[in-house]
Nanobody, 122 residues
Framework: QVQLVESGGGSVQTGGSLRLSCAASGSTRGGDCMGWFRHAPGKEREWVASISGGGKTYHSDSVKGRFTISQDKAKNTVELQMNTLKPEDTAMYLC????????????????WGQGTQVTVSS
């Protein structure tokens, strides 16, 4: 069983930056992709970024150029650097693990964290 604990959320003004971190513990049964998703009130959960075990990264069009996903395999963590934040980035950000790498990116994540709230004010 894998446990994921997110941290680093908070409140910032438009244009600000935050760095989210996700610490993973336990044995993964599944793929070695990790990723970040977000869920805003009244909206469906949205994929933000993924990273494969080999370090290949994928970012959604809505965050490309502003957010960067990275991993520290020694510490078993995945991070999301978020720059130039906008009010529409406001959401609960969830870490995911155990995803499988396909041709188009990572999918079928098996494990999820509880999330960390990010609020961007105008």
């Amino acid at each position: 069983q894998v446990q994921l604990v997110e941290s680093g959320g908070g409140s910032v003004q438009t244009g600000g930056s935050l760095r989210l971190s996700c610490a993973a513990s336990g044995s993964t049964r599944g793929g070695d992709c990790m990723g970040w998703f977000r869920h805003a009130p009244g909206k469906e959960r949205e994929w933000v970024a993924s990273i494969s075990g080999g370090g290949k990264t994928y970012h959604s069009d809505s965050v490309k150029g502003r957010f960067t996903i990275s991993q520290d395999k020694a510490k078993n963590t995945v991070e999301l650097q978020m720059n130039t934040l906008k009010p529409e980035d406001t959401a609960m950000y969830l870490c995911a693990a155990g995803g499988s790498l396909r041709v188009f990116g990572c999918t079928d994540f098996a494990y999820w964290g509880q999330g960390t709230q990010v609020t961007v004010s105008s």
